[in-house]
């Protein structure tokens, strides 16, 4: 069975078609991306609007590279897959749009996905898949949550941010300092040339005694601070700046990495997943990966390129779903999209 995702969440175009058999690990047969980050920069941050027009400028010809690189025809995908939410609302429409207008077209059923799913089951794609159960750490620029994770569809909330997700106070506190759009990779650069303990910053429901996460007021502190600073941050012979990012990376570290591990020690389990834009942070990966290791757990990611929003983890969460038993493509081409929906919400 061959299955064409369509990823349009928000700033990046995703096309992939993924095959799946019998009960094997779905394989990933080729994919494109698209990213808007270019058009965006000039606006500080992503443009609803502008996000939508260029999802419509670029899906169909990432289809057809997709299906080129693949080696097959459109005639030959059994199923079209989409996202449907959570997003921007106009962004969500244009890639629903044109997935229930190729399957009318092909005559071919079609499902819409949930975009957290799809970054849930992304390490799936990756050389070293996981196996149920898991804890998930889904990290991203909206999202941070900490799930468990027992089969495909079966998913149970542990914790998540109750303001900033982890994502936004790397984004917001790198435009604090200057550093552009977008924030957290140029945060993250920096802060390697910075030392993570020169500026003592909160760790926001650390020690709450729960798996929620907190970022809002770690993003007024590095404001704060960044006032106290003003003149040094960009002073080429200071090393303020690079020293301000290394101690925000580090406190927004320290929380994800000590939550995982409670997580872990509150169900059990000895497998993690992290998956999400942010999962692609190195400082996060090696500290994870060196805690994980001290106590025999198993860590797994996606792929450093399929982090980011991408069509090809859509592809996968409509494979698995099917696979699985726990969703049926449909023909009703009359489509809809949730740009608010709770991953425990659509699966409960």
């Not at 990213?35 to 965006?40: C, E, V």
């Amino acid at each position: 069975m061959l299955i064409l995702g369509i990823e349009s969440s928000c700033d990046e175009t995703g096309v992939a078609l993924v095959e799946c058999a019998d009960a094997r690990v779905p394989q990933l047969r080729a994919h494109a991306l698209h990213s808007q980050i270019q058009m965006h920069q000039a606006y500080g941050g992503v443009v609803p609007e502008l996000a939508s027009r260029d999802h419509i400028r670029r899906v169909l010809p990432l289809t057809r590279q997709v299906m080129s690189d693949a080696g097959r025809a459109l005639a030959d995908v059994d199923v079209v897959a989409f996202t449907r939410g959570p997003g921007l609302a106009g962004a969500l429409l244009v890639g629903a749009g044109v997935a229930c207008a190729l399957g009318a077209a092909l005559e071919r059923p079609v499902l819409g996905i949930h975009h957290l799913e799809g970054h849930l089951l992304s390490p799936f794609l990756s050389a070293d898949p996981p196996e149920f159960p898991f804890v998930a750490l889904l990290v991203s620029g909206g999202h941070t949550q900490l799930m468990r994770v027992d089969a495909v569809g079966r998913y149970e909330m542990l914790g998540e941010t109750i303001d900033d997700a982890a994502g936004e106070a790397f984004d917001k506190s790198a435009k604090l300092m200057g550093l552009g759009y977008p924030g957290g990779p140029a945060l993250a650069r920096l802060a390697e040339q910075g030392d993570p303990a020169a500026f003592r910053l909160p760790r926001p429901l650390l020690h709450s005694g729960n798996l929620d996460f907190s970022f809002a007021g770690l993003k007024t502190a590095v404001l704060t601070q960044a006032r106290k600073l003003e003149g040094r941050l960009d002073d080429p012979a200071s090393t303020a700046k690079a020293d301000l990012a290394a101690s925000t990376q580090a406190a927004i570290v320290e929380v994800l990495v000590k939550k995982s591990l409670a997580a872990l020690a509150q169900t059990g389990l000895r497998r993690i997943v992290v998956a999400g834009g942010v999962g692609a942070n190195r400082e996060l990966r090696r500290q994870l990966d060196a805690a994980c290791a001290q106590r025999g757990v198993r860590m797994h990611y996606p792929e450093l390129h399929l982090c980011t929003d991408n069509g090809a983890m859509i592809a996968m969460a409509a494979a698995m779903r099917l696979q699985a038993g726990v969703a049926t493509a449909n023909r009703d081409y009359a489509f809809d999209v949730r740009p608010r929906w709770p991953l425990d919400a659509a699966f409960s």
